[in-house]
Every structure is written in C-alpha cells, then in structure tokens.
C-alpha cells in the first residue's frame, strides 16, 4: 500500500491519527455485526457429533467437520438481514486489515525516523537513522522523556556504595 504524496509532513501526525481511528472504527463494526448475526442465526443442528469417542487427531477434525456443516446447513435458512450481517463483517473485517498494514507500516517509518518519500529515495541505501521509540514521542508531540516528568522519583532513589 501506497500513499505517495498524498499526505505531507504537516498532515502526517493527522493521517495516522485517521488510520487509527478507522481501525478501532471497523473492530467496532465487525464485533457489532458478529454480535447481532449471533442473534437472528438459525439454530445449529448436528448430523452426528453424538457419536465421536476418543480423542485423536481424526476426531477433531470430523467435529471441525460437522460443525462447518451445521454452520452451512443453518445458513441456507438465513433472512436478508443476517445476509447484509455477514457481508457487513466480512467488508469491516478485510478494511480493518488492509487499514492496520498501512497503520503499521506508517508507524515503522516513523520508528525508523523516516518519510515514505525518504524511503523510497533510500531504496540502495544502507545507512540507518536512529531507530528509536523517541522517534515515536517525538512525532506524537511528546519531545522529552518520561524521566523528566518523573524527577521525584529518580531523585529519590537510594544509592549503595560498595
């Protein structure tokens, strides 16, 4: 995935922000729609998982087996609206994936303590910035470290002389 110069250094900060927004948006959308569709699903009805004794690979896979057929079986008696249920969990589903790779390869560049166009103008490069979780504080408008928020506390610290 591609974002090209579609998103400056200024608006940056503002595009992750979006994406993280989006993901938590459609984990919402496909729990929601999992939540309902559990409810308006037809009963599950089992041909024959009475009978599995033991506890072998087989018998795991025949269950696994028997519970993806109850699972068809049911759907085929499914209303309209448990159709739109699914669609809408699976389009969220494969949203949020596709947004979460972006996510994460935009909070890698930001690690890295790099642009995409700095990335892909350092392609034969070898030379690595600093790789650093300050790039991270840095970028989310947290300049300084936790330490100085917390001088009480490395202050206070007692100290062993040997």
């Known amino acids: ?62 269950a696994m087996k028997e519970i993806i057929i109850a699972f068809m079986s049911s759907a085929v008696h499914l209303s309209l609206r448990g159709i739109v249920l699914v669609y809408l ?33 350092s392609q034969g490069d070898d030379a690595s910035g600093d790789r650093d979780c300050r790039n991270l504080l840095r970028f989310f408008g947290c300049p300084y470290s936790a330490s100085r928020y917390f001088t009480s506390f490395s202050t206070s610290m007692k100290r062993h002389k040997k």
């Open 89 to 121: 969990f699976v389009s969220s589903v494969s949203v949020e994936i596709g947004l979460s790779v972006l996510l994460w390869q935009q909070l890698c560049f930001v690690y890295e303590g790099k642009t995409y166009l700095t990335h892909l103008s």
């Open 1 to 62: 995935m591609q974002i090209g110069n579609c998103v400056g250094a200024a608006n940056h900060r503002y595009f992750i922000a979006f994406l993280i927004s989006a993901v938590i948006s459609t984990t919402y959308v496909a729990i929601m729609s999992l939540y309902a569709g559990f409810h308006i699903w037809p009963p599950l009805t089992y041909r024959s998982l009475g009978r599995l004794n033991g506890s072998g690979a087989d018998s795991g896979i025949i």
